[in-house]
């Protein structure tokens, strides 16, 4: 995003994931989105400030359980490239989106 620390996420909404090595990475949630009848959810890894300064976002699954909703959702790596993609379009598309209201809102403050 940027290297200054005006936009630092500590009040937006978080989640931790411990990756494959073991490291622990907090995580702003930007989105849950639905492609193809399937959720999930676009995170922007955050470094020990609380800041993101390369704007990469990571795309996981996102299954609640339906039964018991105080459990943690469960998030799945995505393996397959095609499903990736759509979900990075669809990404694309909300981005676009949010632009368009921005400017929609501050038209007509």
Known sequence: MTDNNE???D????VELELD???IVN???IT????DK???IALLPLDENGNNEDGEV???????DENNPEAEPKLTYIEDEEEYDNVADAFDEYLD???FDELIENKNE
């Open 11 to 14: 009040d937006e909404m978080t």
């Open 32 to 35: 849950i989105l639905t492609v």
């Open 58 to 64: 990571w795309f996981y699954q996102y299954e609640e």
């Open 7 to 9: 936009n630092n996420y």
């Open 27 to 29: 995580c702003a949630i």
């Open 97 to 99: 989106n949010v632009e």
């Open 38 to 40: 399937k959720d999930y």
């Open 21 to 23: 090595d073991g490291q």
